[in-house]
């Protein structure tokens, strides 16, 4: 008697998701940093949580809106995140907590993929990006005192013209980014700009290995160099 395949519905489907995570988590740990920044003078430090989730096989970027209470950047559309604090053993532990404070995120269904080079912003702090997955059931419970609004964006957004523009304000990654998103499930209309949306072009370049339509401002066939060139000219200065 012939042997029968039971086909389970929708298991191609996963194994493609699975393939497809699998792709993206080897092609960002190609930028992941485990450099000693011990030589580094003592700044004061914070990580961001860069959060991808795969939804209807699409690839996006959650976002958290600040609350309009907060006295520093009230109503900007930023990544999870904050100050690290005595009790955290390391970046990813600050970053985990922030996000678990911010929006409800359980760490425990967090699965990081790597750290990226750090970067000193304006301010002389030092912050330490962390990209990770999270599943795309994660209901977000926003703390209404530092969040108002959480929403998501395709990864690929950040590689197209459409809805960008640049102005030459230079910073890190050359110059200052923005772009206009308008969320069609809510009608919303967000600008993502300065660090948060350059963060998001790196990742969006690092995770699909594809090239933007703009330029950016750095050699992105070797992005560490540049940023480690940068943090140098960065700590000479303070």
């Known amino acids: 008697m ?35 920044f011990s030589y580094l003078p ?23 809106v600040r609350s309009l209470n907060l006295k520093d950047h009230a109503g900007e559309v930023c990544f999870p995140g904050g100050k690290s604090e005595s009790s955290d053993r390391d970046e990813i532990d600050t970053a985990l907590r922030e996000a678990e404070e911010e929006i409800g995120l359980p760490p425990n269904r967090v699965e990081v993929i790597c750290k990226l080079f750090p970067i000193i912003n304006k301010t002389g702090l030092l ?45 890190i990654f050359g110059p ?14 967000h600008q993502i700009w300065g660090l948060t949306a350059a963060l998001a072009i790196a990742v969006a370049v690092f995770a699909l290995q594809k090239m933007p339509e703009f330029e950016v401002g750095y050699d992105l066939k070797d992005p560490v160099s540049h940023f480690k060139r940068f943090l140098n000219r960065r700590i000479s200065k303070l």
């Open 2 to 36: 012939q042997k029968r395949h039971h086909w389970c519905p929708g298991e191609s489907d996963t194994h493609d998701v699975m393939d497809h995570k699998e792709k993206i988590i080897a092609s960002l740990k190609k930028y992941e940093t485990d450099e000693d």
């Open 176 to 189: 200052t980014h923005s772009f206009i998103y308008t969320d069609h499930g809510t009608d919303s209309i």
């Open 42 to 64: 003592a700044l004061p430090k914070a990580s961001v949580l860069i959060p991808l989730l795969l939804k209807d096989g699409q690839l996006r970027l959650l976002f958290n």
């Open 127 to 171: 912050i330490t990006p962390v990209v990770a997955f999270i599943e795309d059931s994660f209901k977000a419970r926003p703390n209404p005192h530092e969040v108002s609004e959480v929403f998501t964006v395709p990864l690929e957004f950040f590689t197209r013209e459409t809805d960008h523009s640049c102005y030459r304000v230079p910073s």
